[in-house]
């Protein structure tokens, strides 16, 4: 497997636009999790999917972000509309069976909103 | 969700064992302790995870004592390549996997 795969690797936007950043995890995999990581706040769990259900959207920061995953393959993050202090690093995560096993996280997208 | 109390940083030279310590006084019954390193640029990757005495794989050993209020992350002749960030981290039923600040290891020539 070629691991959790992210898209895109980087990405400019300017302030107002709406952003959409993808992931497809590990196949098998039942969970899925977004997370997002500054320098001010480290990573911060965001949102997070057990077999295509969110379970947990407490981390959300804002009604302007949204998760979906519609089939077991894929799932969205979008913002709507962006502000500068989105920028961030993205990171996607899937596992099998939970937190008690181990998580693997995609390489993450970098967003910059100017 | 218990918290967790690193280091913000240690340093090392090549060849030294390295153990990282986290205490986490208010562990729940359920809760399993992961440790995770992450490289600039990269996600976090998974090192170990343990609940109690000792365990150990190709990378790293933990310890945890009885109590488990800490934990002790090991890492036998480090080189210059596990310059990363640690992280300790707490997981139980309710599926939060919560990151700490981490800490930040330099291993130095």
């Known amino acids: 497997d070629a691991g959790v795969i992210q898209s895109p690797r980087h990405e400019v936007t300017e302030m107002g636009q709406e952003v959409t950043l993808r992931c497809k995890p590990i196949s098998g995999h039942d969970y899925l999790f977004w997370y997002r990581q500054t320098m001010m706040r480290g990573l911060e769990l965001l949102i997070y999917f057990n077999n295509n259900v969110p379970i947990d959207d407490s981390g959300m920061p804002e009604d302007r972000f949204s998760a979906k995953m519609p089939n077991a393959s894929f799932s969205t993050l979008k913002i709507q509309p962006s502000e500068p202090r989105d920028s961030a690093v993205y990171f996607c995560?899937?596992?099998?069976?939970?937190?008690?096993?181990?998580?693997?996280f995609g390489q993450g997208t970098r967003l910059t909103v100017v | 969700l218990a918290k967790t109390t690193q280091p913000i940083s240690m340093d090392s030279y090549e060849g030294q064992e390295v153990n990282i310590t986290c205490s986490h006084n208010n562990i729940a019954t359920n809760d399993y302790i992961t440790w995770y390193q992450q490289f600039p640029s990269q996600g976090p990757r998974f090192i170990i995870q343990?609940?109690?005495t000792k365990v150990t794989n190709e990378v790293a050993s933990l310890f945890i004592p009885a109590d488990r209020k800490s934990s002790t992350l090991s890492l036998p002749r480090v080189s210059l390549s596990d310059t990363a960030v640690y992280y300790c981290?707490?997981?139980?039923?309710?599926?939060?996997?919560?990151f700490g600040t981490g800490t930040r290891l330099k291993v130095l020539a």
């Open positions: 995560a899937s596992s099998f069976r939970g937190l008690n096993t181990e998580a693997f």
């Open positions: 981290l707490l997981s139980s039923g309710t599926y939060k996997y919560i």
């Open positions: 343990g609940y109690k």
